[in-house]
């Protein structure tokens, strides 16, 4: 008597059910880097997304599923404390048996200076950074991304500083304490303005930039530093948003595989073929997006936030400005009135808006010029987590310059 085959679909499906009882619980902070890992990891298991789609993560309060997330971790990913510095405290407390993975201090990582002028000139971003470079700046000497490492000699021996990096200036002015952001149940206790109530009803904690005010700070900064309107603002000497340039993503997906095949041997191979498939689709993606700005080349586009300058360089595509500086925070008077002026004087074709912020800034901005305006979101925040998140975020934002421009 023969025996019967399964059909290969069933075999597989079996074989995958198998898979993803064994993979390691893997959390990631923001949807791009999920979507990278979950591009690795696929076939094999799923990561759990940390930041909310449709929230932004300069500032974010844990939702108890979230926190459990991170409590149950053996791989934890993240940009890093230059973008979400109230993550870091989250990790200690949640996390601190995971094995934690700074993107942006990953081994050949491309960091561009953080910008704090409201207007740029061609090309205007700063000089290129190595993470070796890097690394040394921040005595990240012994944090080998290719082998475990424990979190807590991440975060006590790298030589971060958190208070160089976070907004505690800021948060004083505002009584919003990040030390306190993870308590036992992981949530921040934000005395002030809490954002659960908000976070639970729409999966977005962007503040709406009204109970997190930054008027009496742009106040007190104005007649210092009109041009900046920043400086009680601390944050990292590059710009965090290195998600947005595609070199930088096909390097993630080597360290992404390492990482999760030193926690998971038995799984490396397919680890690492997911990876190398991924930066073939990479550089078509690269090709793709090139084709659809050549048409709108030498068009004059400003940002609402400074987080674009990434993508601004790997297709050579400058902006000519930002509302607000790479935070996200509220731009001083001065800034928007040499927005304004940028506009008014230089005819610029596009004003481009975010989903995750207050719209009232670009109305602002916009009262009394002329100029198209549009939406762009770095982040993804309409599109469905998982594998095919990353490449359409590309997508979407060189589709959305095309048809503004």
Known sequence: MSRKLLPLSITAALMGGTALADAPNVAVDIAPVHSLVARVMDGVGTPDLIVAPGASPHE???????????????????????????????????????????????????????RENALFEAHDHGDEDGHDDHAEDKDHDDHDHGDDHDHEDHAKEDGHDHDEHDHDDHAKDDDHDHEEHADHDGHDDHDDHDHEDHAEEDGHDHDDHEEHDHDDHA???????????????????????????????????????AQLSAADPENAGTYFANAAAARDEMAALSAEVAETLDPVRGGSFIVFHDAYQYFEDAF??????AISIGDASDPSPARIAEIQ??????????????????????????????AKTSVIDPLGSNLEPG???????????????????
């Not at 965090?240 to 993630?252: G, K």
């Not at 596009?350 to 800034?361: H, K, N, T």
């Not at 594998?387 to 421009?405: G, Q």
Request: with cysteine; charged share 25%; glycine share 8%.
């Open 219 to 257: 106040k007190d900064d104005h007649d210092d530093h009109d041009d900046h309107g920043h400086e009680g603002h601390a944050h990292g000497d590059h710009d965090p948003h290195a998600w947005l340039s595609p070199a930088n993503a096909e390097t993630w997906l080597n360290v992404i595989a």
């Open 316 to 321: 050579d595509f400058p902006a000519s400005g």
């Open 341 to 370: 002026g940028r506009i008014r004087d230089e005819g610029i074709d596009c004003v481009l808006a975010e989903p995750q912020f207050d719209p009232g800034i670009v109305e602002s901005v916009m009262g009394g010029v002329e």
């Open 60 to 114: 974010y309060n844990l939702r108890p599923s979230e926190a459990a997330a991170l409590q149950e971790a053996d791989l934890v990913f993240w940009m890093g404390e230059d973008l979400t510095p109230w993550m870091e405290n989250a990790i200690d407390t949640l996390a601190d048996g995971a094995t934690v993975t700074s993107m942006l201090e990953a081994d050949g990582t491309v960091l561009l200076d953080f």
């Open 387 to 405: 594998v095919d998140l990353y490449p359409n975020v590309i997508r979407s934002l060189a589709k959305s310059l095309a048809e503004c421009l």
